[in-house]
């Protein structure tokens, strides 16, 4: 095969290729392993990450919590060490019975670990999404992905009538649903 030959038909190809590869966009970036959860409930949900920077592999991953996200703990993870800022909420959150938290968990950091651009791997956090929220809302989950040589920040907050697709570096997130039938 003539090698200069293959690289014209992949150059030819290439805006083909982009254009096919443009739906799954989103599932190759940093997401979450659901679309949706009910306030004033438990909330365990995974980072998945889908690919490096530009072939280079993953070596650390920060998360920020947002408002609302209360009670956060990380799920340990064989490789990597676990970092947690802990800080005040914006307001007080009712959590399980009459309890009341003020500060707690903001932000995770998984580190020293090294994840290669052509492997998959998840974060797990958990935590209790607060009562108070509104159902119908997105809430969003910015995450830095550094790598060997290179970051994504996924930290793109889509606006009003805009989606993930729109953005290049969108921030994960989830669709608030209304509080289920009975709280445990
Ligand atoms: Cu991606």
């Given at each position: 095969?003539?090698?200069?030959?293959?690289?014209?038909?992949?150059?030819?190809?290439?805006?083909?290729?982009?254009?096919?590869m443009?739906?799954?966009?989103?599932?190759?970036?940093?997401?979450?392993d659901?679309?949706?959860?009910?306030?004033?409930?438990?909330?365990?949900?995974?980072?998945?990450?889908?690919?490096?920077c530009?072939?280079?592999?993953?070596?650390?991953?920060?998360?920020?919590?947002?408002?609302?996200?209360?009670?956060?703990?990380?799920?340990?993870?064989?490789?990597?060490?676990?970092?947690?800022?802990?800080?005040?909420?914006?307001?007080?959150?009712?959590?399980?019975?009459?309890?009341?938290?003020?500060?707690?968990?903001?932000?995770?950091?998984?580190?020293?670990?090294?994840?290669?651009?052509?492997?998959y791997?998840?974060?797990?956090?958990?935590?209790?999404?607060?009562?108070?929220?509104?159902?119908?809302?997105?809430?969003?989950?910015?995450?830095?992905?550094?790598?060997?040589?290179?970051?994504?920040?996924?930290?793109?907050?889509?606006?009003?009538?805009?989606?993930?697709?729109?953005?290049?570096?969108?921030?994960?997130?989830?669709?608030?649903?209304?509080?289920?039938?009975?709280?445990?």
């Amino acid at each position: 095969m003539n090698p200069k030959m293959s690289i014209r038909m992949m150059l030819a190809a290439a805006p083909l290729i982009a254009a096919l590869m443009l739906p799954n966009s989103v599932s190759a970036h940093v997401t979450l392993d659901q679309r949706e959860a009910p306030v004033g409930a438990g909330l365990r949900v995974a980072f998945k990450v889908g690919h490096g920077c530009s072939g280079s592999p993953t070596v650390r991953l920060r998360v920020r919590i947002p408002d609302g996200l209360i009670a956060v703990k990380p799920m340990p993870k064989s490789g990597w060490q676990i970092e947690t800022v802990t800080a005040k909420y914006d307001k007080p959150y009712g959590y399980f019975g009459n309890a009341t938290l003020t500060e707690g968990v903001r932000e995770v950091v998984w580190s020293g670990g090294k994840l290669a651009d052509d492997h998959y791997d998840e974060f797990v956090i958990s935590g209790f999404l607060a009562a108070s929220m509104t159902p119908g809302m997105m809430l969003y989950l910015p995450v830095v992905q550094e790598c060997e040589t290179g970051v994504h920040r996924w930290i793109e907050i889509p606006t009003a009538g805009k989606s993930a697709d729109d953005f290049k570096e969108p921030a994960p997130g989830l669709k608030l649903l209304p509080r289920s039938g009975q709280a445990h």
